[in-house]
């Protein structure tokens, strides 16, 4: 189920808190409803209201942390993988092929994760199968130092290399940490109660119905960002590959 799909579902539990609300407002006895019983109840949806706040920003600024992580990431391997180019041209014209496997091995990554085709693999799943790195890094063993300075330069070429395929891995593995869904019901379950307290006292017309249900729309949106966000190489709102298309262009110059 995607982040889209649980919005709208989270959307449509929350608002129907609302409706739930108003019909309790009709058949309630009257008693029910009088200023002492409406004070306890905004006591109680005060709290809630708190806690789910509390709860939906700690998630969101999470959730950013992640998607924050994923940029860094490849902003950093975009930056060794230039790094590593400008290692390899000092190495002298030996490095041509190398050179042109570093530019088509990156070229394959941004069209793996990337895909300018929808329904493509793409995304994590993409990241996971990628072996083109391997086969840069047999090419430069295939390379023959033949002074001090070209031994020291592909040493600095293959920890690069080394370096770029470890951040890799650091960034699928972190990309394992889901939000567990029984966190998310919860949440849910908090935010419909919530509701449900709102419409138990609002008035019975339809601008305060539109604006309940704005309400409901824009924390369900939350809700959409937290699950987008933890998931920055798939979905809607992705990681940015402008770093990695900037690698390709400096390659060879």
């Known amino acids: 189920m995607n982040s889209l799909t649980i919005g709208f579902i989270s959307a449509g539990c929350i608002f129907g808190g609302v409706l739930l609300g108003v ?20 006591l109680g949806a005060g709290m809630l209201a708190t806690l789910t706040a509390l709860v939906l920003g700690l998630l969101v600024s999470s959730a950013k ?39 088509h091995t990156v070229e394959s990554v941004i069209e793996r994760i990337w895909p300018a085709e929808k329904g493509g693999l793409g995304g994590l799943r993409a990241m ?69 307290s709102f419409g138990l006292f609002a008035p019975r017309n339809g601008t305060v119905l539109a604006v309940l249900l704005i309400c409901a729309l824009s924390v369900s949106s939350a809700i959409f960002l937290v699950l987008e966000m933890n998931r920055p190489l798939d979905g809607f709102i992705k990681a940015s590959n402008a770093p990695l298309r900037k690698a390709v262009e400096l390659i060879g110059k």
């Open 65 to 103: 942390s992640s998607f924050d992580a994923m940029n860094a990431g490849i902003a950093q391997t975009g930056a060794k993988i230039i790094l590593a180019d400008h290692v390899l041209a000092d190495y002298g014209p030996e490095t041509k092929e190398a050179r042109e496997q570093l530019r």
């Open 23 to 42: 019909l309790l407002q009709k058949v309630l006895p009257q008693h029910h409803l009088e200023t002492d019983s409406k004070d306890t109840v905004k």
């Open 128 to 196: 996971e199968t990628l072996d083109r790195p391997k086969a840069l890094q047999a090419k430069l063993r295939e390379l023959t130092p033949s002074n001090d300075l070209q031994k020291s330069l592909l040493a600095q070429a293959s920890q690069i290399s080394g370096d770029v395929l470890q951040t890799r891995l650091l960034l699928m593995e972190a990309q394992q940490n889901t939000l567990p869904p029984v966190f998310l019901v919860l949440l849910i379950l908090w935010l419909t109660g919530l509701f449900i």
